[in-house]
Structures are given as structure tokens and as C-alpha cells.
């Protein structure tokens, strides 16, 4: 498991936030990555779908005080109408520690 996550420097832990389900997992892929990932890597949390505002099940707050409890960035993002996509990657990329090559982690679900 640990060659799987050697190098990489940064990594968005991304929930739907209509589906609570998924926001549950959070907790468990944060302790993979703290387990196995370099002690430097940048970690994100990303509330995805907000355009779905309307079919919202996890609050941004719950998921903000994660984010601040467990020292990570927090967005809400969405793919259909690209709103935060962009400044999601930026963010992380500023947040970089160490200066070199990105190998990010795409992890099977």
C-alpha cells in the first residue's frame, strides 16, 4: 500500500454532498493517507456537486469544522458548471511544501 502513495505531495479527499454516504468515508480514506502518505502531503477536502444545493445532505459547516479539526483545506465545488474546480487544484498546488514533480493519487473505489 505505502508504494502506492510514495511521492505523491497532494490529495483531494472529495464527498457528494447530496449523498451523506460518501462525506462517512471521509474519515476513513484521511486515515489511510496519514497512514501511508509522506507527512508533508497537502490534503483538501472537496464538498463536489454543490450545484445541487437543493439535494444538499451533508451541511457545508459539518463539513468545514472537519476540514479545520483534522488541519485541512476545505472547498465546495461543482464538475457540471465548473464553479471552484479550478481554484480547488490551485489551492492545492500553492499549498505544495516541497517543489517537484505532482504524482497524484487516484485511488480505486
Same mark, same amino acid.
Given at each position: ?15 457528494? %454532498? ?46 468545514? &469544522?472537519? &476540514? ?6 476545505? %472547498? ?30 487516484? &485511488?480505486?473505489?
Amino acid at each position: 500500500m505505502d508504494k502506492y502513495y510514495r511521492g505523491a505531495v497532494g490529495a483531494l479527499l472529495v464527498y457528494d %454532498i447530496a449523498k451523506h454516504l460518501t462525506y462517512e468515508s471521509v474519515e476513513r480514506w484521511l486515515k489511510e493517507l496519514r497512514d501511508h502518505a509522506d507527512n508533508n502531503i497537502v490534503i483538501m477536502l472537496v464538498g463536489n456537486k454543490s450545484a445541487l444545493h437543493h439535494l444538499r445532505a451533508v451541511p457545508t459547516d459539518e463539513a468545514r &469544522a472537519f &476540514a479545520e479539526k483534522n488541519t485541512l483545506s476545505f %472547498i465546495e465545488t461543482s464538475a457540471l458548471d465548473s464553479t471552484n474546480v479550478e481554484e480547488a487544484f490551485k489551492s492545492i498546488l500553492s499549498g505544495r511544501r516541497h517543489h517537484r514533480p505532482l504524482q497524484w493519487l487516484t &485511488a480505486p473505489l
